[in-house]
């Protein structure tokens, strides 16, 4: 069973959200917060698998509460994802770097959503398809001198420039294991190490490392070399 806390200031979306996801046998909504204060909260007591969480909320904004929830040891099997109506490149960034392990826009189909919660759960990063292309290229931009140097990426295995390259489009780990024909587990393990070797923290760095250095379409399938 997968467990939600739903955290959003308006009782009105809470519902909805709340009816959505408990029509499906494998999801239970275990607790619900009007603020980013109680959402923080409420997940030391209850440890859900994953957190939904607005960003615009009274007392702590929904950011700071992502921030606060993962910089929590107790709470490191929590997975917080941002749920909101704003899709700024502002609170993408913002939310990523407070650690959030999936961003989706409200106006997400429903299957969208239910399929985004399952994919976190089991391991995976999300954001919203609507918005991954543009976050890649502006978060090209603001990626640190350090993280450019392309002497890293002669460090990654043939395996992991074939994983980058669809961490670079977007992918999830889910769907990278079908694409490459690997486990779960083990794309989830080549993510880890590619991150370790090119010197970041985040997906997003390492896809803006790719875009950066214009290796996105060498990275094709097809392409005739690799760096």
Known sequence: MIRILLADDQALIRSGIRSLLEAEDDIEVVAEAADGKQAVALAAEHRPD??????????????EATRQIVADERLERVRVVILTNFGLDEYIFRALRAGASGFLLKDAPPDQLIGAVRSIASGNALIDPAITRRLISRFAHAVRPATMQPAALRDLT???????RLVAAGRSNREIAGELFISAKTASVHVSNILTKLGVTTRGEAAATAHRLRLFDSLLPGSPARP
């Open 50 to 63: 994953i957190a939904l969480v607005d960003i615009q909320m009274p007392v702590l904004d929904g950011i």
């Open 158 to 164: 043939a395996r992991e420039l074939d994983v980058l």
